[in-house]
């Protein structure tokens, strides 16, 4: 099933210069003050990361991709426009442009103590050394076991760093 969106589906984060949060906007969590990398990032996503935002910063134009970020429900595809502004600020912009029902709902499964590693951009789960589709690390791989959901801390797969390498090279022509 596909929603029909509303275009205020959409979460603004400013970042100064040395990218600490300064301003949001449809942001549950307070995060104003917070640098953008305190977040559970690791390196390789870390430097992928700054180094669009200094392209961006370079090049004062705009650059855009597309990532998917479920939630408990839905699996959701947003756009990312990453937006330079005055004082070397920027601006991203993520927004939902698509989502489907989840077969099966998250929301009542309990939180186990266990984490692995997503991929910010695709959400495929890191599982043996290979990333692997989510719903198939729920339904055949016992990731979600009895214990429940586990935490997640991002980094990046190979296949998403081709995929932004080459929106860079086309971003850069
Ligand atoms: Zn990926």
Redesign the pocket.
């Known amino acids: 099933m596909v929603s029909k969106l509303k275009y205020d589906m959409m979460e603004t984060y400013i970042l100064d210069r040395l990218n600490n949060i300064l301003a949001t906007e449809n942001v549950k969590d307070n995060i104003v003050g917070v640098n953008y990398f305190d977040f559970s990032y690791d390196e390789v996503l870390v430097n992928m990361l700054k180094n669009i935002f200094d392209k961006v910063r370079i090049n004062e134009k705009t650059f855009s991709t597309t990532y998917r970020c479920d939630n408990d429900d839905y699996v959701r595809y947003f756009k990312l426009n990453i937006i330079p502004m005055k004082n070397q600020m920027i601006k991203l912009e993520h927004i939902l442009t698509k989502q489907t029902k989840r077969k099966t709902s998250l929301k009542n499964f309990g939180r186990s103590s266990k984490t692995y590693k997503m991929?910010a951009?695709?959400?495929?789960v890191l599982y043996n050394g290979k990333?692997i589709e989510i719903e198939h690390a729920i339904n055949g791989l016992n990731i979600f076991d009895d214990e429940g959901i586990p935490s997640f801390t991002h980094g990046?797969?190979e296949?998403?760093i081709s995929k932004i390498d080459r929106e860079l090279t086309s971003y850069e022509l």
């Open positions: 991929c951009w695709c959400n495929k990333y990046i797969c296949s998403c």
